[in-house]
């Protein structure tokens, strides 16, 4: 199976700051990369596809990056909504699998 | 609008087997764009995928499941649905379905989930 590991596990903002989430996968998946959003007591939501690709409605404060082992996910200037915790996947072979997670909490 | 609604019992005894269905609304599963997915996800814990159909059937498994686990569809309901044999505590879950995006492979859709307990 495919290895995803996220950084941090756990991170602390304020309104407006910058956050960076970190994925690696433990081997090449090209761009098969999505990013969900969840909040407590409800379904991933789709943020981010195909490692950049910013889903149909999704505020353009959000953005992913990168190729190959390393992703990014990055929230431009954090809002109240996004505290959330933040799944990456990946889709290149089958057992799709996800990270572990990034819970983004208000400092 | 896509709408994804699972149903089925929310607990279940050990050894028993658990069986979920995903009715669809607002879009045909009778479709070559899709695939329709189960994922779990344990108390606290991270997501698993479980496996996905395809409309003619064929499925994909997680092999860390594949022995217990069997999904099928049925296009006349626009529905598809999951069964887990001799399920165990450790099959205690929120069990969600999705939309699975067939050309660049992402979620795009999903239920709302419902929680599935395994206890005597």
């Known amino acids: 199976d495919i290895q995803m590991t996220q950084s941090p596990s756990s991170l602390s903002a304020s309104v407006g700051d910058r956050v960076t989430i970190t994925c690696r996968a433990s081997q090449d998946i090209f761009t098969y990369l999505s990013w969900y959003q969840q909040k407590p007591g409800r379904a991933p939501k789709l943020l981010i596809y195909a490692a950049s690709s910013l889903q149909g409605g999704v505020p353009s404060r959000f953005s992913g990056g990168g190729s190959g082992t390393d992703f990014t996910l990055t929230i431009s200037s954090l809002q109240p909504e996004d505290f959330a915790t933040y799944h990456c996947e990946q889709s290149y072979r089958t057992p799709y699998t996800f990270g572990q997670g990034t819970k983004v909490e208000i400092q | 609008q896509l709408q994804l609604q699972e149903s089925g019992p929310g607990l279940a005894k050990p050894s028993e087997t658990l069986s979920l269905t995903c009715t669809v609304s607002g879009d045909s599963i009778l479709t070559s764009a899709y695939y329709w997915a189960w994922i779990r996800q344990p108390p606290g814990k991270g997501l698993q995928w479980i496996g996905s159909?395809?409309?003619?059937?064929?499925?994909d498994y997680n092999p860390s499941l594949m022995s217990r686990v069997t999904i099928s569809a049925d296009t006349s309901k626009n529905q598809f649905s999951l069964k887990v044999t001799s399920v165990t505590p450790a099959d205690t879950a929120v069990y969600y379905c999705a939309r699975l995006h067939r050309s660049t492979w992402y979620f795009d859709h999903w239920g709302q989930g419902t929680l599935v307990t395994v206890s005597s």
């Open positions: 159909v395809y409309y003619t059937g064929s499925a």
